[in-house]
């Protein structure tokens, strides 16, 4: 990778659109059951390939999206964060999402608080957003922690149109920042 190839970069980490050869390594972060804690399911393969693929459009189609990430000093892959329009109706929604997801052996070391303070200076003042929302299951306090990190504020809780409600995911927090 050449310097000029990231979109984003950070004093460790540069983020960048999906190239081919990161499909094994996210397709291992997406079966990772500790990463996977929050979200209703594993990914197999073809899953993780089929979300790859939405996300590509998704810069196609918006001029942004999840920008993969690499730790500069190694350009290994470790995970995404970017922006999303989440697919569902809510009250908050149509409306622009910051999000991350980070292979296991990178918890812990301020990466997903980098990058998406990163995004959230870039989204501001390169896409132009004027507000941007982020939100998890109730009981996902790791992500919520970035979410507060990043100087979001909670603006309340939500059941996720997408999971049943008798599922322990359902009840999500929504926290958001503006410009």
């Not at 979109?7 to 397709?27: H, N």
């Not at 990178?106 to 990466?111: H, P, S």
């Not at 004027?130 to 009981?139: D, E, L, P, V």
Request: charged share 25%.
């Amino acid at each position: 990778m050449q310097p000029t190839d990231y979109i984003i970069t950070t004093e460790r980490l540069g983020l960048r659109k999906w190239k081919d050869e990161d499909c094994i390594s996210f397709a291992a972060i997406n079966k990772d059951e500790a990463v996977m804690e929050y979200f209703p399911t594993t990914l197999t393969d073809e899953e993780t390939i089929s979300m790859i693929n939405r996300i590509c459009l998704h810069f196609e189609k918006n001029g942004f999206g999840l920008y993969a990430i690499d730790k500069l000093a190694t350009k290994q892959f470790i995970g995404y964060t970017g922006f999303m329009i989440p697919s569902f109706e809510s009250f908050f929604t149509p409306c622009i999402e910051i999000g991350w997801r980070l292979k296991k052996e990178e918890w812990n070391k301020g990466y997903a608080t980098e990058a998406a303070k990163a995004c959230l200076q870039y989204g501001f003042e390169t896409l132009g957003f004027n507000k941007i929302y982020s939100f998890t299951s109730t009981i996902n306090l790791r992500s919520e922690k970035v979410m507060q990190k990043i100087g979001m504020i909670k603006e309340g809780e939500f059941d996720h149109p997408k999971i049943a409600l008798n599922n322990k995911l359902c009840r999500h927090v929504l926290y958001a920042i503006e410009k």
